[in-house]
């Protein structure tokens, strides 16, 4: 396991269902082989509560996504050496860091992947869905990872904490970033609100890294289930932004052609 201790930094070493350090602070392994490493975590919801991730598992299980974790599973392997690690930070219920980790595995009979993400209920579903990915509950901005311990960084739709992103990739480390673009289910939002918006896309200049790619990938998908609907609106900030009455406007649907519309970045550490 390549998590370290929250509190001190120090390497945990394994001892039947408890992860401890040199200096006494211990974590239980939980039921479904992860560790809950969340700094100052006093219980309670963090990230996405359980039906947002059913939401996300039931709408990214239909493949509406899947050329995006094709897209981010061939990356990952083009940019993590055989014997390299990889690290999923904000990992969500775990569709792209599965997709990724089988795909390194099939093309080299090994992988080394880990994950975390801050929701308890995610990572939860992220062990139901393979067993070789090691885990953690923890946060982005205060990641439980040594400096300069992995190849390879992936996130997906997650907040970026470009200082810590920086600090656990290794020199020459590659960071693969996946992010709305201007058009992403805009049709979703001409639904929801009067005057749909597009996606603002930030600077795409990281201090620190060297832009290596930056590809749009854009295409179309139909929902024809209010259920699809429902799940889709659900695993997005709209739902817990959006007034009931605009809700409505949404769960009366029975068809719904969307845009989906991303920007992929591969980023490397100077």
């Known amino acids: 396991m390549r998590f370290v201790c929250t509190k001190c930094g120090e390497k945990l070493n394994i001892?039947?269902?408890?992860?401890?350090?040199?200096?006494g602070h211990s974590y239980d392994r939980a039921r479904g082989g992860y560790y809950n490493l969340l700094l100052g975590s006093t219980g309670g919801v963090h990230g996405d509560n359980k039906d947002m991730v059913l939401a996300r598992r039931a709408f990214l299980g239909g493949g509406y996504y899947a050329p995006l974790a094709r897209w981010i599973g061939g990356l990952a392997l083009e940019f993590t050496p055989v014997d390299g690690c990889l690290l999923d930070a904000g990992a969500g219920e775990g569709y792209y860091t599965d997709f990724i980790e089988r795909t390194l595995y099939e093309h080299n009979g090994k992988s080394d992947v880990s994950a975390f993400d801050i929701s308890k209920d995610a990572v939860r579903e992220i062990s139901k869905k393979n067993p070789r990915i090691s885990l953690a509950v923890a946060g982005s901005y205060h990641m439980p990872i040594a400096d300069s311990e992995f190849d390879t960084l992936i996130n997906t739709f997650s907040p970026l904490a470009l200082e810590e992103t920086r600090r656990v990739l290794n020199t020459d480390g590659h960071f693969i970033m996946a992010i709305p673009g201007e058009m992403h289910l805009f049709e979703l939002k001409s639904v929801i609100y009067d005057t749909p918006y597009k996606n603002e896309v930030a600077d795409t200049?990281?201090?620190?890294?060297?832009?290596?790619?930056?590809?749009?990938?854009?295409?179309?998908?139909?929902?024809d289930s209010q259920e699809q609907i429902r799940d889709l609106f659900m695993m997005t900030p709209y739902a817990y932004r959006t007034r009931p009455s605009d809700r409505e406007k949404v769960t009366a649907l029975d068809t719904l052609e969307c845009t989906a519309d991303f920007r992929v970045f591969v980023y490397k550490k100077l």
């Open 15 to 23: 001892n039947d269902k408890t992860a401890a350090c040199i200096n």
């Open 205 to 223: 200049a990281l201090e620190g890294f060297e832009l290596v790619m930056d590809e749009p990938l854009t295409y179309k998908f139909r929902l």
